[in-house]
Nanobody
Framework: QVRVVESGGGVVQAGGSLRLSCLASGSIPSMNAMNWYRQAPGKQRELVARITSGGIIDYADSVKGRFTISSDNAKSTVFLQMNSLKSEDTAVYSC???????????????WGQGTQVTVSS
């Protein structure tokens, strides 16, 4: 079993910064990718940023140039540095770990419980 825990959410003024962290622990044969999603009230969940074990990174257009995803593969940890925050960034941010088990055969998705980010204008 894999446990995913996020931290670092909070309340920040528009234009400010926050750094989210996500730690995946447990039985992880091989990590394929780690992802940050968010869901705002009344909206669908959306992918914010993704980093693969090979270092390939993708961002949602709405956060490009403002958010930076990074990882420590050895510790199965991913970070999301969020700068120039806007009120529309307010959402619950959730981390998803894409674990290959067995490696190269099947990917299993593990979700964290989410952390609230509130940007006040």
């Amino acid at each position: 079993q894999v446990r995913v825990v996020e931290s670092g959410g909070g309340v920040v003024q528009a234009g400010g910064s926050l750094r989210l962290s996500c730690l995946a622990s447990g039985s992880i044969p091989s990590m394929n990718a780690m992802n940050w999603y968010r869901q705002a009230p009344g909206k669908q969940r959306e992918l914010v940023a993704r980093i693969t074990s090979g270092g390939i990174i993708d961002y949602a257009d709405s956060v490009k140039g403002r958010f930076t995803i990074s990882s420590d593969n050895a510790k199965s940890t991913v970070f999301l540095q969020m700068n120039s925050l806007k009120s529309e960034d307010t959402a619950v941010y959730s981390c998803r770990a894409d674990v290959m088990s067995p490696p190269g055969i099947r990917i299993i998705y593990y979700w964290g419980q989410g952390t609230q980010v509130t940007v006040s204008s």
